[in-house]
């Protein structure tokens, strides 16, 4: 299994990003997708997920209303559109993939993960 991130660069306070993670390896459209963040000296932390059948969707509270999950079954890929972005979301995003149905929000509940990208915000 691989998941590839990319998307990820420095930006200023306010600006756009659009992370993407390109999977293989495993049946896609079952697993349930997420986005986690790890800063320097924290613990990785949930960011957003997706089920699925991109029905569902949950975010963490620091990132509601200015990031948006979203994936392409057919194309094997999720993205994260990060706007409104703020020093404080500046981390190495990962994404990672879940057999669980439902929305997992805990780093130990996913079972594969990519190897990160860096987002740099500005001040």
């Known amino acids: 299994v691989q998941l590839v991130e990319s998307g990820g660069g420095l930006v200023q306070t306010g600006g756009s990003l659009r992370l993407s993670c390109a999977a293989s390896?495993?049946?896609?459209?079952?697993?349930?997708m997420g986005w986690f963040r790890q800063a320097p000296g924290k613990e990785r932390e949930f960011v957003a997920a997706?089920?699925?059948?991109?029905?569902?969707?949950d975010y963490a509270d620091s990132v509601k209303g200015r990031f948006t999950v979203s994936r392409d079954n057919a194309k094997n890929t999720v993205f994260l559109q990060m706007n409104s972005l703020t020093p404080e979301d500046t981390a190495v995003y990962y994404c990672?993939?879940?057999?669980?149905?439902?929305?997992?929000?805990?780093?130990?509940?996913?079972?594969?993960w990519g190897q990160g990208t860096q987002v740099t915000v500005s001040s």
């Open positions: 990672a993939a879940t057999a669980y149905a439902l929305i997992r929000i805990n780093v130990r509940e996913y079972d594969y």
């Open positions: 390896g495993l049946t896609f459209s079952t697993y349930t």
């Open positions: 997706i089920n699925w059948r991109a029905d569902t969707t």
